[in-house]
């Protein structure tokens, strides 16, 4: 097996008024999520959130502590959630193993024990994607279903946003110290996501777009309400979304994505909304 891992370091909106397609591309995308037998991370310093993927094909693969957190335990100060956006596969957890179908997912709680991804078949691959953050405290290890989620039905096909968005790791579903994750499916003829488009100061963002057509794309937004920009990404790849920046998006298909936020508060309705016709 092998771990790859990187650094991204903060910006200051108005420095990022000046990025080009490239260093928008370079800070905030994440291009490689999945590779076979790899595990890869982005360690980010929005609110350190590490955004990462786990692909198991031949051999089981170890959750690495890696150099940046100096501690011998990944879990060791931090919570964790995955999903399972591929084949059947197992998370084991110390002791304990959990099986994760497609969409389904596992918040793990913090606490010195070992991490292992593993796939039931090699040829229909588990692809585990995840988010971790810092932890004060260790809260139970728990698997989380769609039937569990707290659902949210919004938009309308006439508006191109008709989407069910399953709150699934959040703290109306178990308690958490930082995290909180849940997944949007748009329905089909519907490609806008997050509209009309939001911001909250006292937490960053992920997004992880998946279940994209073949040939298709997702054109992501972000930036600030009356200077944004674009990123354009493909199935299976994540963007970083900064405290001060807007997220949303519109692809050339229906497609579903897992979203993950971490900081100061766990209040999913702690945001700041912006008319439609204010973006420019």
Known sequence: MKTNYELRYAAHPADAKNY??????????????????????????????????????????????????KQAFFLHAREMGIYNVGGPGIVHVGDESFELNYKEALYLGSGDREVYFESKDAAKPALF??????????????????ADAVVAEMGSLESSNHRNINKMLVNQVLPTCQLQMGMTELAPGSVWNTMPPHVHSRRMEAYFYFEVPEEQSVCHFMGEIDETRHIWMQNNQAVLSPEWSIHSAAATSNYTFIWGMGGENLDYGDQDFSKITDIK
């Open 20 to 69: 080009d397609t490239t260093r928008l591309r370079k800070d905030f995308l994440i291009e490689k999520v999945f590779a076979a037998d790899e595990v890869n991370m982005v360690y980010s310093m929005y609110d350190r959130m590490i955004v990462g993927g786990a692909m198991p094909k031949t051999e089981k693969l170890h959750l690495e502590a890696i150099d940046p957190l």
């Open 129 to 146: 994607y995840f988010n971790s953050l810092t932890a004060h405290r260790n809260y139970p290890d728990k698997k989380v279903t769609k």
